[in-house]
């Protein structure tokens, strides 16, 4: 009974408990690991799906060319949580100042709300970067065991050259392009830094399915980024007004 009742508890408490989006909880990583020999069903776990290449002959599964792994998301790191959302102060100042100061003031306010965004846009950039040049992959720490040590399997799952170049073009073409808006009227230059957030996101969504970015990642990266598009949003939409002009 009384371990009915522990069972009913634990199960009234995961109903009770606030839901949070299933691709915040976990993310599915394919990977492609066609050739790497001695790979199976045992090497991810119970909750790994692997295709296999048969041979046409013999009808029967000869290696793994495919595994989609469902990775468990980690938690954000305390740190990294309190600067990140700290990062969005200036943000949120430069929507309060293009508010509720003078029209003067409420322009410069929006100047450096902006300045501060391509700054901010250049910073996430770089983020890969770090990561390209460390070769970073969660992939390599799948099917990494506790206490084991490196194999030749680890190393046949780094980034691809293509992952690697994409890495490095994500982390310089925010900042390019971060640049060339500020050469452009604030009119202009406002919505272009708009959809470049979008679009640095959208790249980051795409690292994260690729396993290049920890599993924490996403967990900060879009509530900050909503933050941020909120706050510029705000800015863009007083500038047609008389208050900011």
């Given amino acids: 009974f009384a371990v009915r009742a522990r069972r009913v508890g634990l199960s009234l408490g995961s109903h009770l408990r606030p839901a949070s989006p299933y691709f915040m909880r976990t993310r599915p990583l394919y990977i492609n690991v066609k050739g790497v020999p001695k790979v199976s069903q045992n090497t991810f776990g ?22 989609r792994h469902e990775q468990e998301r980690e938690k954000v790191p305390g740190v990294a949580s309190i600067l990140g959302f700290s ?4 943000m949120a100042a430069g929507s309060y100042g ?30 890969h970067w770090g990561l ?5 992959s969660s992939v390599s720490n799948i099917l990494q065991k506790p206490g084991e ?14 992952q690697q ?23 202009t230059a406002m919505p ?25 990642y996403l967990k900060l990266r879009i509530p900050l980024t909503t933050g941020v598009l909120l706050s ?14």
């Fill in 46 to 67: 119970s909750g790994s799906k692997v295709l296999f290449c048969t041979s046409a002959a013999s009808k029967q599964p000869e290696e793994v060319i495919e595994v």
């Fill in 98 to 127: 293009a508010y509720f100061l003078s029209a003067t003031q409420a322009s410069l306010a929006i100047y450096y709300q902006m300045t501060y965004g391509v700054v901010l846009m250049s910073f996430m950039g770089a983020i």
């Fill in 192 to 216: 272009g830094l708009l959809i470049g957030f979008v679009a640095q996101l959208i790249g980051d969504v795409y690292a994260d399915q690729k396993g290049l970015v920890p599993t924490w």
């Fill in 165 to 187: 170049i994409a890495r490095y073009c994500l982390s310089v073409l925010p900042c390019l392009y971060g640049w060339g808006l500020q050469t452009l009227p604030i009119e």
């Fill in 149 to 162: 040590k490196e194999s030749e399997l680890k190393e046949l799952l780094k980034p691809t050259n293509k």
């Fill in 132 to 136: 390209a040049m460390s070769q970073y």
């Fill in 87 to 90: 990062g969005l102060i200036p």
């Fill in 232 to 245: 510029l949003g705000v800015s863009y939409f007083l500038l047609g007004t008389n208050k900011s002009s």
